[in-house]
Structures are given as structure tokens and as C-alpha cells.
């Protein structure tokens, strides 16, 4: 049974681990700890996403304004932005763009400080997300030692990703850009890693110390949501896990 092969999977997985998991033709979902609160990485970059695709079709900013990246901008990698010339100007398209498919946390932190962390929580909690929040920004390391954390929920990002595939988060063009970005992943050592090379995944990585998540949707013949989170855990076992995981998923889904 699908139920028992994952919950065995998780089981083995040391820490924390969250799990939801939604058939997006029958409906069945499972879930475990899918409600917990967990230190977001960068799942977080999902919310900023949404929030800065909705100040663009509200005309706040354009997709093509360009923007100058200062070293005052610059925070450790992931990412391109950090390691080019002081002065590029990118539009914001590129950083939104670079912030999702290489997790780009110079381009993160100038998207949160454009689309102001106040607005991207209030369209979370639109969104019917009441315990995902951005609460700083990344490599913040004063708010960090206030206690300050961004967090997530595997069944709120999962609702997120269903919405993004029933084209409802806000309106149709912006569920649209938000599959088109994620599809264009380039890390993909995680759900994509045991499916066959064909299978379309559009997904968002986390990682930080003893942190490891992968989220997103899985477009096989049943597409499928799949959310696995885990905080202060054995990364290596982790992704093992999640990897496995992902594959009986699938499989479940060709049935």
C-alpha cells in the first residue's frame, strides 16, 4: 500500500520530517506531520515569487525593469549574482528567474527588499497559508540571533502548488509563470534523481545545515503534489529517503 511504503521510508529518516502528498486526478492525499512548522530554506522563495508576480500584474514593477546588483547586495551562494561584477543590471525577471532555478539568495534578498516582507505575508495568509512566513531575510544573521526564522508547512506549500496547478493562485497568468519558472529547475538532485529523464518536475529545493526539503509537482500521466520537509536531520539519509520516496510516487502514478 502507497500509505505504508512512504510512512516506512520516514520512519527512517533521523529528526523531523513532514510529508504531504496529493493525487491531483483522485484526490487521495497522504500526509504525515503535514501541519508542523519547519525552518523553511528555501521553499521560502515560493511566497516571494507569488508576491512579486502579483505586484507586476498590479503594475508596481515590470518584469523587464532593470535593477543594479551592489555588493552591498551580496550574500553567500546558492547562486550567479554573488560571484558577478559589482554594478550588473538584471531585470526583474532574471532575478525572480535565477532566485527559483538556482536558488539564487543574492537575487532573494533583492526581490524581498523590493516586494516588502509585510506584502508577501499578507498575500500568504490571502492565500489561505497561515503558518508559512517570511520573517527576515536570508544570511541575516543579526534577526537570526533575535529568533527570527522563515517557516513552512508541507500541507500550506502543497495547497499553494495545487492552486498553481488549478491556474487559482490569484489569477491564471500568474499560476502559469509561477509552473513555467519551476519547471525550468536546474536542481535536480532530489525528486527528479531515480524518475525516468522524461518526466516533467516543477520544483523548489531547501537546504541549509541539517535541513533538506525538495517540493513541488510531479507531471506524470496522475500528476501529483509532493512536499517532503525535514529540519535538524541526517541530510544524506534525508535524501535518500526523499528520492525513494518520490520514485513509488510516481509509480503509483502510472498504475
Known amino acids: 500500500m502507497l500509505r505504508d511504503k512512504l510512512k516506512a521510508l520516514m520512519e527512517q529518516v533521523p529528526g523531523r520530517v513532514g510529508f504531504y502528498y496529493k493525487d491531483l486526478t483522485s484526490g487521495e492525499t497522504i500526509a504525515y506531520n503535514e501541519n508542523d512548522s519547519f525552518l523553511a530554506a528555501s521553499v521560502i522563495k515560493i511566497p516571494i515569487l507569488i508576491e512579486v508576480l502579483r505586484q ?3 503594475g508596481k514593477m515590470k518584469k523587464d ?5 551592489k555588493r552591498e547586495d551580496k550574500v553567500p551562494s546558492c547562486g550567479a549574482l554573488t560571484y ?3 554594478g550588473l543590471r538584471v531585470t526583474i525577471e532574471d532575478l525572480y528567474t535565477l532566485m527559483i532555478i538556482h536558488s539564487d539568495n543574492t537575487a532573494t534578498n533583492m526581490l524581498i527588499r523590493m516586494a516588502g516582507i509585510e506584502n508577501i505575508n499578507n498575500t500568504l495568509r490571502k492565500l489561505g497559508c497561515t503558518t508559512s512566513t517570511l520573517n527576515r531575510l536570508l544570511f541575516d544573521m543579526e534577526a537570526k540571533r533575535e529568533g527570527k ?3 513552512i508547512t508541507p500541507y500550506e506549500i502543497g495547497h499553494l502548488l495545487e492552486r498553481v496547478h488549478k491556474k487559482e493562485v490569484i489569477s491564471k497568468s500568474i499560476s502559469q509563470e509561477i509552473e513555467d519558472v ?4 536546474r536542481l535536480k538532485h532530489k ?3 531515480l524518475l525516468p529523464k522524461d518526466v516533467v518536475v516543477g520544483h523548489k529545493t531547501g537546504e541549509d545545515d541539517d535541513i533538506t526539503h525538495d517540493v513541488g509537482i510531479v507531471y506524470s500521466e496522475r500528476p501529483f503534489v509532493f512536499c517532503f ?3 535538524e536531520t541526517d541530510v544524506v539519509k534525508a535524501e535518500e529517503a ?3 520516496m518520490a520514485l513509488i510516487c510516481y509509480e503509483e502514478s502510472i498504475k
Do not use: A
Not at 519551476?182 to 529547475?185: E, S
Open 182 to 185: 519551476l519547471i525550468m529547475q
Open 56 to 58: 507586476i500584474e498590479e
Open 149 to 151: 526564522e522563515n517557516y
Open 229 to 231: 520537509t525535514s529540519n
Open 84 to 86: 558577478m561584477h559589482d
Open 65 to 69: 525593469d532593470l535593477v543594479e546588483v
Open 191 to 193: 525528486i527528479p534523481y
Open 242 to 244: 526523499l528520492r525513494r
